[in-house]
């Protein structure tokens, strides 16, 4: 690992805007290295003469290398948005290659102005600003081509990286330097009908996966350079606990240890490599005041959110009278649903890389919130954030954990190098992340509906109980409204189920429990599609209807959620006999822009649900990269499925009961079931890939039990009475 990349990093400024809608293109480029660890800058310069914005540059040897301003953690941006630049570029795709932006002003997300990944978003967020500095640059390289050739730009044609006009012909790569020389254009490049897509809707091979399959691509774990050293915290077994007292003394007298110190969330041993810095920390003695958490018990808390469920909460959506025609409804259907708190989990366990010296911070990690990351950094460090230098790599899986409003993994890494005074790459184990991260909240869901005399509801009233994940964070004034977390209610406030009535309630209790709370992949939808689906399908089977044909009904002011529905229907082939000992059940949900519907076959084996076959079919208006939005419709049920057939964390006495993938299950290869994606042809507002697949699937799971057992079950993760 070169260890020097910003003391040499190359700064080309052109001023400059495009104005179009409002968009304004940044022309801050440095000259960033792939994976932080590329040739010299003055080499990869000469190798990039044109820098017509800050997402792409041209080489004399024709590679067009596109600046990812999100971060890739396997969610396939770092194909899908250089399809977006390469068509509008009529690149020719074999020459694109792709980096991670460093963090600046420039890569700022379109919609939060921060620079960070999340949200299902990366795409839409793009959509624009991605194309129009691929025609931005384009249009140069035309310029370019007509003077040499002689001919008016109208007369200069593009197509897989070549200009052509006068008769006459030029590679990108030998109009770069002419093209560098041009002015920035005064107006926005045109940008393509979608008539004339030749890269956007076809479905394409990823880029990453040739470096990652021959396990060349970097990720935060893989960095390494000499004088490195590697650290483990020791942190309160109890959140909210605190140091009292330590003893070093056995920790440094392990082989390689080379320092204990002191760091507001614990103590780190700092260490050669990883597994003395372990030992290191078992042998260390700490004392531990454990705080007011340390009676945390999550029977309990349930209790406590069950009493407060039997109050009025905040109001989240509201139309009507539903206590008034609920008192005077014939028939109600009542039910309560719980969910539990998750952690992320993800395969590369969290780690970051911290080197301060007299030019300021370089900071190595996977991280999904470089501004953020930046800022905390550079008030730990009295810096300004520009003196703090991001290098994103890989992520091995984010769903959430690589974006906390705190950067903790980031901020303490940071402390442990500033306490060390030396280079030091601080680790956390799975076992620390499951015991001390960040949890997807627990929820408890009471819902009382009325019904007509063909049991369709006609009043809804809906409270739910569990933490608010914004409350506290910066995002609070914007994502917080009259004690609404809006992440909260998510899938229920706005469900068409409940807004079309005239009589409605949905009210949110918020409590603070002590427990550290996160977004985590598809945040509220994750467990509020579960309890909504589930409810619909209470309601149809309570009127005898069929539950495709009952919630088309219900649907039928909503075309893409119905056209989801139809689809999802007709491939499962739903209406015909299912394999005997087999269950179908469907799940029809609108998140992040995009609307599903999967349908689940499942099975009962040795006591346990076997989940066969899933179809999903999915309406997130333009697919980029069809091939990207199946990939991510698989992952995202393989995700969902983990939580829910397995995934609960739990609190006694305070700690944290599970650890690893051993006691926190997550869905093992052998338990993937046959996953068909099928997209419905679309030119509606773009929506979001990576979270909504997780949304559905626990319901239609749930469901499909149902039809097959009879047995409702209304809590995560689905255990079947004996």
Same mark, same amino acid.
């Given at each position: 690992m070169n260890a020097t990349p910003l003391a040499t990093r190359r700064q080309f400024l052109k001023a400059g805007a495009l104005a179009g809608g409002g968009l304004v293109v940044g022309f801050l480029i440095p000259g960033a290295r792939r994976f932080a660890m590329a040739e010299p800058a003055a080499a990869a310069a000469a190798a990039a003469p044109f820098v017509p914005n800050a997402f792409v540059r041209i080489g004399e040897d024709d590679s067009v290398t596109v600046l990812l301003a999100h971060s890739e953690m396997g969610q396939g941006i770092w194909t899908g948005l250089a399809m977006l630049i390469a068509e509008e570029l009529d690149a020719d795709w074999s020459k694109i290659r792709v980096e991670h932006a460093p963090a600046a002003p420039a890569y700022a997300h379109t919609a939060f102005g921060a620079q960070m990944t999340g949200g299902s978003t990366s795409i839409w967020s793009e959509f624009d600003r991605y194309r129009q500095a691929g025609a931005t640059a384009r249009a140069l390289l035309v310029q370019a081509a007509a003077q040499r050739f002689g001919v008016p730009a109208t007369e200069v044609t593009t197509a897989n990286g070549v200009a052509s006009g006068g008769g006459k012909s030029a590679r990108y790569g030998e109009l770069a330097a002419e093209a560098a020389k041009l002015p920035a254009p005064a107006a926005a490049a045109a940008l393509k009908d979608a008539k004339d897509w030749k890269i956007i809707g076809k479905p394409t091979k990823r880029l990453d996966t040739p470096e990652k399959i021959t396990g060349k691509a970097k990720f935060g774990m893989d960095v390494q350079f000499e004088?490195?050293?590697?650290?483990?915290?020791?942190?309160?077994?109890?959140? %909210?606990?605190?140091?009292?007292?330590?003893?070093?003394?056995?920790?440094?007298?392990?082989?390689?240890?080379?320092?204990?110190? +002191?760091?507001?969330?614990?103590?780190? !041993?700092?260490?050669?490599?990883?597994? $003395?810095?372990?030992?290191?920390?078992?042998?260390?003695?700490? /004392?531990?005041?454990?705080?007011?958490?340390?009676?945390?018990?999550? =029977?309990?808390?349930?209790?406590?959110?069950?009493?407060?469920?039997?109050?009025?909460?905040?109001? =989240?959506?509201?139309? %009507?009278?539903?206590?008034?025609?609920?008192?005077?409804?014939g028939k109600t259907v009542d039910a309560e649903y719980n969910v539990p708190y998750l952690a992320h989990a993800p395969m590369e366990p969290l780690n970051c890389t911290v080197k301060i010296d007299a030019s300021g911070c370089d900071i190595w990690t996977g991280t999904q919130f470089q501004t953020v990351d930046q800022q905390v950094a550079a008030g730990i460090l009295g810096l300004k954030p520009e003196q703090v230098r991001i290098h994103t790599l890989f992520l091995g899986g984010g769903f959430g954990r690589r974006a906390t409003p705190t950067s903790d993994f980031v901020s303490e890494a940071v402390q442990v190098a500033k306490a060390a005074g030396k280079p030091v790459?601080?680790?956390?184990?799975?076992?620390?992340?499951?015991?001390?991260?960040?949890?997807?909240?627990?929820?408890?869901? +009471?819902?009382?509906?009325?019904?007509?005399?063909?049991?369709?509801?006609?009043?809804?009233?809906?409270?739910?109980?569990?933490?608010?994940?914004?409350?506290?964070?910066?995002? /609070?004034?914007?994502?917080?409204?009259?004690?609404?977390?809006?992440?909260?209610?998510?899938?229920?406030?706005?469900?068409?189920?409940?807004?079309?009535?005239?009589?409605?309630?949905?009210?949110?209790?918020?409590?603070?429990?002590?427990?550290?709370?996160?977004?985590?992949?598809?945040?509220?939808?994750?467990?509020?599609?579960?309890?909504?689906?589930?409810?619909?399908?209470?309601?149809?089977?309570?009127?005898?209807?069929?539950?495709?044909?009952? #919630?088309? $009904?219900?649907?039928?002011?909503?075309?893409?959620?119905?056209?989801?529905?139809?689809?999802?229907?007709?491939?499962? %082939?739903?209406?015909?006999?299912?394999?005997?000992?087999?269950?179908?059940?469907?799940?029809?949900?609108?998140?992040?822009?995009?609307?599903?519907?999967?349908?689940?076959?499942?099975?009962?084996?040795? %006591?346990?649900?076997?989940?066969?076959?899933?179809?999903?079919?999915?309406?997130?208006?333009?697919?980029?990269?069809?091939?990207?939005?199946?990939?991510?419709?698989?992952?995202?049920?393989?995700?969902?499925?983990?939580?829910?057939?397995?995934? &609960?964390?739990?609190?006694?006495?305070?700690?944290?009961?599970?650890?690893?993938?051993?006691?926190?299950?997550?869905? #093992?290869?052998?338990?993937?079931?046959?996953? /068909?994606?099928?997209?419905?042809?679309?030119? &509606?507002?773009?929506?979001?890939?990576?979270?909504?697949?997780?949304?559905?699937?626990?319901?239609?799971?749930?469901?499909? !039990?149902?039809?097959?057992?009879?047995?409702?079950?209304?809590?995560?993760?689905?255990?079947?009475?004996?």
């Amino acid at each position: 690992m070169n260890a020097t990349p910003l003391a040499t990093r190359r700064q080309f400024l052109k001023a400059g805007a495009l104005a179009g809608g409002g968009l304004v293109v940044g022309f801050l480029i440095p000259g960033a290295r792939r994976f932080a660890m590329a040739e010299p800058a003055a080499a990869a310069a000469a190798a990039a003469p044109f820098v017509p914005n800050a997402f792409v540059r041209i080489g004399e040897d024709d590679s067009v290398t596109v600046l990812l301003a999100h971060s890739e953690m396997g969610q396939g941006i770092w194909t899908g948005l250089a399809m977006l630049i390469a068509e509008e570029l009529d690149a020719d795709w074999s020459k694109i290659r792709v980096e991670h932006a460093p963090a600046a002003p420039a890569y700022a997300h379109t919609a939060f102005g921060a620079q960070m990944t999340g949200g299902s978003t990366s795409i839409w967020s793009e959509f624009d600003r991605y194309r129009q500095a691929g025609a931005t640059a384009r249009a140069l390289l035309v310029q370019a081509a007509a003077q040499r050739f002689g001919v008016p730009a109208t007369e200069v044609t593009t197509a897989n990286g070549v200009a052509s006009g006068g008769g006459k012909s030029a590679r990108y790569g030998e109009l770069a330097a002419e093209a560098a020389k041009l002015p920035a254009p005064a107006a926005a490049a045109a940008l393509k009908d979608a008539k004339d897509w030749k890269i956007i809707g076809k479905p394409t091979k990823r880029l990453d996966t040739p470096e990652k399959i021959t396990g060349k691509a970097k990720f935060g774990m893989d960095v390494q350079f000499e004088g490195l050293l590697t650290a483990v915290v020791a942190r309160p077994p109890v959140f %909210g606990g605190t140091v009292k007292s330590f003893d070093a003394s056995a920790a440094k007298a392990v082989a390689g240890v080379r320092d204990v110190v +002191q760091v507001p969330t614990g103590v780190a !041993v700092v260490a050669d490599h990883y597994w $003395a810095a372990k030992l290191g920390r078992d042998a260390l003695k700490v /004392e531990w005041d454990l705080g007011p958490n340390a009676g945390l018990d999550t =029977a309990k808390l349930r209790e406590e959110f069950r009493k407060l469920a039997a109050t009025p909460g905040a109001v =989240a959506a509201q139309a %009507g009278d539903a206590a008034a025609a609920l008192a005077k409804a014939g028939k109600t259907v009542d039910a309560e649903y719980n969910v539990p708190y998750l952690a992320h989990a993800p395969m590369e366990p969290l780690n970051c890389t911290v080197k301060i010296d007299a030019s300021g911070c370089d900071i190595w990690t996977g991280t999904q919130f470089q501004t953020v990351d930046q800022q905390v950094a550079a008030g730990i460090l009295g810096l300004k954030p520009e003196q703090v230098r991001i290098h994103t790599l890989f992520l091995g899986g984010g769903f959430g954990r690589r974006a906390t409003p705190t950067s903790d993994f980031v901020s303490e890494a940071v402390q442990v190098a500033k306490a060390a005074g030396k280079p030091v790459k601080t680790v956390w184990s799975r076992e620390d992340d499951v015991r001390g991260g960040y949890y997807r909240p627990m929820y408890l869901q +009471q819902a009382r509906v009325a019904v007509d005399a063909e049991g369709y509801p006609v009043a809804w009233q809906h409270r739910m109980v569990g933490q608010s994940i914004i409350m506290g964070t910066p995002f /609070e004034a914007m994502m917080v409204k009259n004690g609404v977390d809006a992440t909260s209610v998510e899938g229920v406030a706005d469900s068409p189920y409940v807004k079309d009535l005239p009589n409605h309630r949905v009210e949110l209790h918020s409590p603070k429990t002590g427990i550290p709370v996160l977004w985590w992949r598809s945040v509220g939808h994750s467990y509020n599609a579960f309890v909504m689906e589930s409810l619909i399908d209470e309601l149809a089977h309570a009127a005898g209807k069929d539950p495709v044909e009952y #919630r088309r $009904a219900l649907l039928k002011a909503h075309p893409r959620h119905l056209a989801a529905l139809n689809l999802a229907a007709e491939k499962a %082939g739903w209406g015909s006999p299912v394999e005997k000992g087999r269950g179908r059940g469907v799940a029809v949900h609108e998140s992040f822009g995009s609307f599903l519907a999967q349908i689940a076959e499942v099975s009962v084996e040795n %006591g346990a649900i076997r989940v066969h076959k899933v179809v999903c079919a999915i309406d997130c208006g333009v697919a980029v990269n069809p091939e990207g939005v199946r990939a991510q419709m698989e992952s995202g049920i393989a995700f969902g499925l983990g939580a829910a057939l397995h995934s &609960e964390l739990s609190f006694q006495d305070g700690r944290v009961q599970q650890s690893n993938y051993h006691d926190y299950r997550v869905l #093992r290869i052998n338990e993937m079931p046959v996953v /068909e994606v099928h997209i419905v042809p679309s030119t &509606e507002r773009m929506g979001g890939a990576g979270e909504p697949g997780t949304a559905p699937v626990a319901p239609a799971v749930a469901n499909a !039990v149902y039809a097959l057992t009879g047995q409702r079950l209304r809590e995560l993760p689905l255990r079947l009475k004996a």
